[in-house]
């Protein structure tokens, strides 16, 4: 396997915070192998940066840590893809004011084209889409999954229209309605039970306020990869909530029975299988995670600088220390506030002295929240947001 050889007067990046040396040796070999095995983007997201991606499998693609930029928004052709079951076929977009979704649980039940949709109403938000699994490569159980570190996550703008007119234009919510459950449009494989496999998720109905069934992303219409031609968006929540290619929007009384719901996506003690009474991955909670320095540098002063949001609160602040948490100093935002779901792109400048340095970020919301030091384990590796975890060893030679 090829040697690295740390270059004078440069900064050498790896993941990790504890056992500087050895981390950073480990990860300049994985980052070889990987780079090795790069494998190619799947057709139906072949217009993807492929500089940018990490394919994982051909459902699962992952941003670049160090390719979220600081703009604050995440090109589409940059954000990561987590698919539970194979993409429809692309023949969906053809004639995209053509698909249909069935709405129910309201006093006027029926089904609504894409083009009747777009009279109710139009409203855009920017906010962060992350999948519940962001983060599962840093636990230490080595959580069955994709080993996400930070780049199944992304700030984009959505646009459609917003979920409570088209309740309004349908008479209103029928009575006793407690949930919002939203179904995909995939294509399933013959002769199996679709509740094993479909795409079906419910959350609380106080989710309504913000909703949007969404026909654009970044200005653009939703590409097939990214739910197009619909897709149901619920800021604040993980992004398997916010149903692709969704055919049937209802309001119910009960959670929907859907395996991806009953059991999937439940939060348990590693060993444990899935069951309804235990946490459901709904809403985001505060994350953050430095996104430079990550590449070579000249040496002298160095901006360092990340990503931060609330979830389903907006981000207060953000803290960075470059000596694995013994001191802390207030990094600074930068760019607009674009709104409490959105993430905000923070910077500090510095001075870092020869040696190796652990780099994090620590942000809090509104509320008061902070990122904990250490993250408890789960069994599918859901919702890490240590601080330590995503930490990055920085050699200044």
């Not at 929240?369 to 590796?381: K, S, V």
Request: proline share 6%; with cysteine; glycine share 10%.
């Amino acid at each position: 396997m090829k040697q690295f050889q740390l270059p004078r007067r440069h900064f050498l990046i790896a993941a990790g915070s504890a056992g500087m040396a050895t981390a950073l040796s480990d990860q300049l070999r994985i980052s070889s192998a990987s780079a090795q095995e790069a494998k190619p983007l799947p057709q139906y997201a072949a217009w993807k940066n492929p500089d940018a991606m990490i394919v994982h499998s051909s459902e699962t693609l992952e941003t670049k840590r160090e390719f979220f930029g600081t703009s604050g928004i995440t090109p589409e052709d940059m954000l990561y893809v987590r698919n539970n079951v194979p993409a429809p076929d692309e023949s969906i977009v053809a004639n995209r004011d053509a698909w249909e979704i069935e709405i129910e649980g309201v006093r006027n039940p029926g089904k609504k084209t894409l083009a009747d949709l777009k009279k109710l109403g139009l409203e855009s938000v920017a906010m962060v889409l992350q999948c519940s699994g962001n983060g599962r490569g840093f636990h230490k159980h080595k959580a069955s999954g994709t080993p996400w570190t930070v780049g199944a996550a992304g700030n984009v703008i959505w646009s459609g229209v917003p979920v409570r007119e088209v309740v309004k234009a349908m008479g209103g919510l029928a009575d006793g309605r407690n949930f919002i459950t939203g179904t995909g449009g995939e294509q399933l494989p013959a002769n199996i039970d679709p509740k094993t496999i479909m795409v079906e998720r419910s959350v609380p109905i106080a989710a309504l306020e913000d909703a949007l069934l969404a026909w654009e992303i970044n200005g653009k219409p939703i590409s097939l990869a990214h739910g197009g031609p619909l897709r149901l968006v619920l800021p604040g929540y993980y992004g398997v909530n916010n149903v692709k290619y969704i055919k049937k929007l209802a309001f119910t009384e009960k959670e929907s029975d859907a395996t991806i719901q009953r059991t999937g996506y439940r939060v348990r003690p590693p060993g444990q299988k899935g069951a309804p009474d235990q946490p459901s991955m709904w809403e985001m909670s505060v994350k953050s995670w430095i996104t430079h320095p990550l590449k070579e540098t000249d040496q002298g002063p160095v901006l360092i600088y990340g990503v931060a949001f609330g979830g389903n609160k907006s981000v207060k602040s953000v803290a960075v220390t470059t000596d694995g948490g013994q001191t802390w100093q207030e990094a600074r935002f930068v760019g607009p506030d674009l709104g409490k779901y959105a993430w905000r792109t923070f910077v500090l400048a510095a001075d870092l002295k020869p040696g190796t340095h652990i780099i994090a970020s620590r942000a809090t919301d509104v509320a008061g929240n902070t990122q904990p030091e250490e993250f408890e384990e789960n069994e599918r590796g859901y919702g890490h947001n240590g601080w330590r975890a995503h930490a990055v060893a920085v050699t200044v030679v």
